[in-house]
């Protein structure tokens, strides 16, 4: 059973960067497809970008241009590396991993951006 655990959350300026990590059990880390996605208040868990076993990358149009996702298989990490930072960027952030239909979510970890 594989166990996702974030990191990396925090209170940060508009403007600033933050990099939140998402490390994985399981010893099959590499098949997954992997991704973060993000619940603001009152509003749906959305994608914010994701990483598939194949190597490709995906983003919401939201975040193109200013986020930034990766994974390291031998480490079994997830990385998401977010720069100018916006008060509409506050959500709780999750890492999400998929094989064969299954879908595991960690626990989140908290955004927090000030205008």
């Known amino acids: 059973q594989v166990q996702l655990v974030e990191s990396g959350g925090g209170l940060v300026e508009a403007g600033g960067s933050l990099r939140l990590s998402c490390a994985a059990s399981?010893?099959?880390?590499?098949?997954?497809?992997t991704g973060w996605y993000r619940q603001a208040p009152g509003k749906q868990r959305e994608l914010v970008a994701t990483?598939?076993?194949?190597?490709?990358?995906n983003y919401a149009d939201s975040v193109k241009g200013r986020f930034t996702i990766s994974r390291d298989n031998a480490k079994k990490m997830i990385y998401l590396q977010m720069n100018s930072l916006d008060a509409e960027d506050t959500a709780v952030y999750y890492c999400?991993?998929?094989?064969?239909?299954?879908?595991?979510w960690g626990q989140g970890t908290q955004v927090t951006v000030s205008s």
């Open positions: 999400n991993v998929q094989l064969g239909g299954i879908s595991i």
């Open positions: 399981g010893s099959i880390f590499s098949l997954y497809h």
């Open positions: 990483f598939a076993r194949s190597g490709t990358t």
